[in-house]
């Protein structure tokens, strides 16, 4: 299993992003999680597509992994295309029109995802099978940072890789997002996770960005 570290910058130095995102990225990590927030789908508000664009004029070559909080998701689509995001990712909930918003996204050459939080069922993916690369279990209620693992979505993730795994979708991403840090890494990856958001445990942590990420691979690798 090929596992991927994505640092959520919402735990980031916002007054040095650019710093950040280049000293994470140097630290192994594999792509940057970049939270956008509405104020009306989720009870917080975060950062649009010209911080997106301003990381790629900084020169950030790394994948740039938008996990849209929004209500309107097609408007903003196009947006983050343009500002170089690599991927998009939304809530079900929050797309009047899911199989249209996924579509959108793949057609402006980007990869799509679907993030389901603590309470919405899987069934959202049903239908639309062939038109997802990600799919991003909340393990966390979204908004914030620094909340704690909900454990019943360790039992999400294992629905959501058979599901999978009976789908043959063994190319779709499978990321969980909220609460990710070094004590419950490997268990999470047991479960059938291979994508690890990961905020606070890595940007509010007492050791450098290399060594929590050295010690996640780590946790990681006594799993293969
Ligand atoms: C929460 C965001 C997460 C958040 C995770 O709504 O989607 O990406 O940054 O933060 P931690 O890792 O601190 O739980
Ligand atoms: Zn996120």
């Not at 570290?5 to 192994?28: M, T």
């Not at 010209?50 to 209500?71: F, N, Q, T």
């Not at 679907?114 to 038109?131: E, G, M």
Request: aromatic share 8%; net charge negative; charged share 15%.
């Amino acid at each position: 299993m090929n596992y991927l570290i994505a640092p959520s910058i919402l735990s980031a130095n916002f007054a040095r992003l650019g710093e950040e995102v280049q000293n994470v990225l140097k630290a192994g990590a594999d792509c940057i999680h970049f939270d956008v927030m509405d104020n009306h789908y989720v009870p917080n508000l975060t950062v649009g597509p010209v911080v997106c664009e301003s990381l790629r004029e900084e020169g950030i070559k790394a994948p740039i992994d938008v996990h849209l909080m929004v209500e309107n998701v097609d408007s903003l689509t196009l947006a983050f295309a343009k500002a170089g995001a690599s991927s998009i990712t939304f809530h079900p909930e929050a797309s009047k029109h899911i199989d249209r918003s996924l579509t959108l996204i793949r057609d402006q050459g980007l990869l799509a995802g679907l993030a389901f939080n603590p309470a919405t069922p899987l069934h959202y993916l049903d239908y639309v099978a062939d038109k997802i690369d990600i799919i991003l279990i909340m393990s966390v209620n979204p908004g914030f940072g620094g909340q704690s693992f909900i454990p019943n979505s360790l039992q999400k993730i294992k629905e959501a890789r058979h599901w999978l795994d009976t789908h043959h979708l063994n190319k779709v991403r499978l990321a969980v997002d909220g609460g990710v840090q070094l004590s419950n890494i490997a268990t999470i990856a047991a479960a059938g996770a291979n994508e690890f958001i990961a905020g606070s445990s890595i940007f509010q942590a007492k050791t450098d960005y290399q060594q929590t990420i050295a010690a996640f691979r780590a946790a990681l690798n006594q799993l293969r």
